[in-house]
Nanobody, 111 residues
Framework: QVQLVESGGGLVQAGGSLRLSCATS????????MGWYRQAPGKQRELVAL?????PMNYADSVKGRFTVSRDKNMVYLQMSNLKPEDTAVYYC???????WGQGTQVTVSS
């Protein structure tokens, strides 16, 4: 089993920035592809960004140019800039092809 702990969320004004962190209990070699997902109230969980090893692989169209995913040892990060109210959601990190999810971290962007 893997432990996933997300942190770094909070309340920010539109146009602001946040950096989310995900601490994992396993190394990159165990879960080479990690994803950041988010779920807004009343909506389905959606993929935000994927990273394989240390190479960003994919971003949702809605966050391209504003979000950057990175990875270092057992940590996965999501740098979010120029935040918009529609980015408000609970953000989760998730190792692909597993059933493991963290508790998530709330991001709220005010207009």
């Amino acid at each position: 089993q893997v432990q996933l702990v997300e942190s770094g969320g909070g309340l920010v004004q539109a146009g602001g920035s946040l950096r989310l962190s995900c601490a994992t209990s396993r190394s990159i070699s165990t879960y080479p592809t990690m994803g950041w997902y988010r779920q807004a109230p009343g909506k389905q969980r959606e993929l935000v960004a994927l990273i394989t090893n240390t190479v960003p692989m994919n971003y949702a169209d809605s966050v391209k140019g504003r979000f950057t995913v990175s990875r270092d040892k057992n940590m996965v990060y999501l740098q979010m800039s120029n935040l918009k109210p529609e980015d408000t959601a609970v953000y989760y990190c998730h190792p692909l092809r597993t059933d493991y999810w963290g508790q998530g971290t709330q991001v709220t962007v005010s207009s």
